[in-house]
T-cell receptor, first 115, second 110 residues
Framework: DTAVSQTPKYLVTQMGNDKSIKCEQNLGHDTMYWYKQDSKKFLKIMFSYNNKELIINETVPNRFSPKSPDKAHLNLHINSLELGDSAVYFC??????????????FGPGTRLTVL | EDQVTQSPEALRLQEGESSSLNCSYTVSGLRGLFWYRQDPGKGPEFLFTLYSAGEEKEKERLKATLTKKESFLHITAPKPEDSATYLCAVPNQAGTALIFGKGTTLSVSS
């Protein structure tokens, strides 16, 4: 069983479109995250959700909106896609927020290409 | 500002040639340092967590060590399957997120 799964694996779309990426974890964790990995492989936190509550938002444009229907799911919706949004997006989860003493487990990633 | 710096950026080794990767950090009040391995096209895979200076952890050919300013990932007699990008991360001062370094891409040739 995959612990953290994401769909789709690849997403190719035109500038200006709206798209969503889905994430599910079956680890029973309370906190989920979205990270962006750019072309230089730099992994940077975007959001985290703890018990359906957004607890951080790191200078991310408001075109990006995380939505959590329940503790096991955290979806990422992106409006008006721009060329600079092209990257690999990773979902992760941990028992508690921030991963200060908790390990974060990552999904396989979604490669978004904006044309 | 909390920062994590990894070196070298890339490392090429022959099979069996041992070496070390470095991760230095500036966050104060360290509450843990994490090492991950990332294979091309995959998500980061957890390797180790170190909590205090002097701590060491081992897994197969990998050994991670921690001082007050930096961590080392020692690779002993590497094999081609150890080729990957190795990432280190620390919690930010607020304890709300992990800050990742840019990684070291290791290539081991037979």
């Amino acid at each position: 069983d995959t612990a953290v799964s994401q769909t789709p694996k690849y997403l190719v779309t035109q500038m200006g479109n709206d798209k969503s990426i889905k994430c599910e974890q079956n680890l029973g964790h309370d906190t989920m995250y979205w990270y962006k990995q750019d072309s230089k492989k730099f992994l940077k936190i975007m959001f985290s959700y703890n018990n359906k509550e957004l607890i951080i938002n790191e200078t991310v444009p408001n075109r990006f909106s995380p939505k959590s229907p329940d503790k096991a799911h955290l979806n990422l919706h992106i409006n008006s896609l721009e060329l600079g949004d092209s990257a690999v997006y990773f979902c992760a989860s941990s028992h508690h927020p921030g991963g200060s003493t908790d390990t974060q487990y990552f999904g396989p990633g979604t490669r978004l290409t904006v044309l | 500002e909390d920062q994590v710096t990894q070196s070298p950026e890339a490392l090429r080794l022959q099979e069996g040639e041992s070496s070390s990767l470095n991760c230095s950090y500036t966050v104060s009040g360290l509450r843990g340092l994490f090492w991950y391995r990332q294979d091309p096209g995959k998500g980061p895979e957890f390797l180790f967590t170190l909590y205090s200076a002097g701590e060491e952890k081992e897994k197969e050919r990998l050994k991670a060590t921690l001082t007050k300013k930096e961590s080392f990932l020692h690779i002993t007699a590497p094999k081609p399957e150890d080729s990957a990008t190795y990432l280190c991360a620390v919690p930010n001062q607020a304890g709300t997120a992990l800050i990742f370094g840019k990684g070291t891409t290791l290539s081991v040739s037979s």
